[in-house]
């Protein structure tokens, strides 16, 4: 078996039956302050050109591509990911300054899973990436990983290429332990 190379063991898996007929099968590890620093380099410094962000909850889904590598600080708990003209935060750690002990509690990411939606009519009917949750159990964000089913720019392609799944599958070796298969073409 592979060995994560962050501090992350797989905390549990879960299949979630959506409405409408969609399922998502999550696999959850331990967001630590180290963990999500790692995540945040290798998301937004190493793979910006390769990832769509925003949130996605039923009625609204930001689908945020970047065009240039942000700018990333960190100051108390919040990492920024910053273009200049736009920017967001998001609480990756303890948030010190809030004098509130239950928004000092909750407002970190206290949830993170990998995954993988079926069953759905839009971008071939399936998509990987990586969701988060802060302690009140609000989604904060969502990062689209590369799908085999379209291409850099959003769109459909003719065949599947199943090769575009390699970041995914990088990603759940280093912060899973999972080891990285040789064929990335799904079996069902």
């Known amino acids: 078996m592979t060995t994560a190379i ?5 905390l549990n898996r879960e299949t979630v039956e959506n409405p409408g007929g969609t399922s998502t099968e999550y696999t959850f590890f331990e967001p630590t302050e180290e963990n999500m620093k790692m995540l945040s380099q290798d998301l937004f410094s190493k793979n910006w050109n390769r990832i769509v962000v925003g949130p996605c909850v039923e009625g ?23 273009l200049g003209y736009w920017h967001f935060h998001l609480c990756i750690g303890p948030h010190n300054n809030c004098p509130d002990e239950e928004l000092r509690k909750n407002r970190p990411v206290a949830k993170i899973g990998f995954f993988e939606m079926r069953g759905g009519k839009c971008g071939g009917g399936r998509s990987w990436g990586l969701r988060l949750w802060n302690g009140f159990g609000d989604q904060l964000i969502t990062v689209f990983l590369p799908s085999p089913f379209l291409s850099d ?29 040789d064929n990335f073409m799904p079996t069902d």
């Open 60 to 82: 609204a889904v930001f689908e945020v591509r970047f065009t240039e590598e942000p700018k990333l600080s960190y100051l108390d708990g919040y990492l920024t990911v910053d």
């Open 6 to 10: 962050c501090d992350s063991t797989v």
């Open 153 to 181: 720019e959003q769109r459909v392609l003719p065949e599947p290429e199943w090769e575009r799944l390699d970041l995914y599958y990088r990603l759940r070796e280093k912060y899973l332990g999972e080891p990285k298969p």
